[in-house]
């Protein structure tokens, strides 16, 4: 968890201050509930809706969604519709180039964030597109379609998909939400998952594996002869489309539960997120830092009652150790280019 925080100082594309204000304020947002261990409510305002804290949709719709339509409102842009037959939908030796590395990179973060408990293809995402940023020679192109930066995140987010099966089915501990809901299927029909699987239901195993390769085909198959069908959405008229946007919010947030404080919520966070935009504040390392937040809160508490509130047990495991130093290293690597920089004791003047 704190090795996905530093990923933080990598995801601002403006100024780092703004970048840690919006963590900050994620990290509240992380807090608000009711605490896990002490049972007392946080932040809830005596709100059953706060009680469980606040929903991940409602903030991602309303800070990405609600708020792009109120900026592009404002800016009452004229719409330009590009006229041009589709042609060249697979990959040329170009693309392969450029993206083949960042592909590999991608799988390489995801696969491991996926195992760690708690991190997920959310967290894989960002760790991978600010992987991505900092090896570019061109970051100033991420954020207008650059294919490194769609490559990378997209290999991350399959890569801990898959990967986080691993410590479910090997030991019997989901590393996700998903991965949990998973398990207590399995329970439901008297699976027990962990080493003896492979053993005692190796048709489940290796039919999860084979699900893998036929899932993504099937992904490939239908998604390039519809890719016509989505971009007709780009010829709908501005007027037409706003509308259907905000419509397909509502009803998103509000079939998750059926709660119409949640669709309160997502406005509220649309409106906080149109006012960043127009302030230059970013939006994702609040997100990642709000699902973070919780996650490294209890890891944290967890392993201080382990150890009577020993802080050395975070340094006396190796796995723990090389992350923190592996963090550590991050925050400390953007001070070396001005440590370079310094003038020596003879350039003074």
Known sequence: MFLGLTVLTYLASGSMVKALMMACVGTFLGTVGTD????IERFTYRSYTLMDGVGLIPV???LFGISEVLFNIEEASKQEIYQTRLSNLMPTLRDWKDSIFSIMRGTFVGFFLGILPGGGAVIASFASYAVEKKFSKHP????????EGVAGPEAANNAASQGAFIPLLTLGIPANVVMAILLGALLIHNIKVGPLLIKDHPGLFWGVLGSMYVGNAMLLILNVPLIGIWVKILKIPYPILFPLILLFCLIGVYSVNNNIYEVVIMILFGVVGYL??????EGAPLILAFVLSPLLENALRQSLIMSDGDFFIFFSRPISLLLILAALFLLALPLLPGLRRRPRGGDLD
């Open 36 to 39: 896990t261990i002490s049972g």
């Open 60 to 62: 991602i719709m309303g």
């Open 140 to 147: 100033e192109r991420f954020g207008s379609g650059a294919i």
């Open 276 to 281: 960043m935009k127009k302030f230059a504040y």
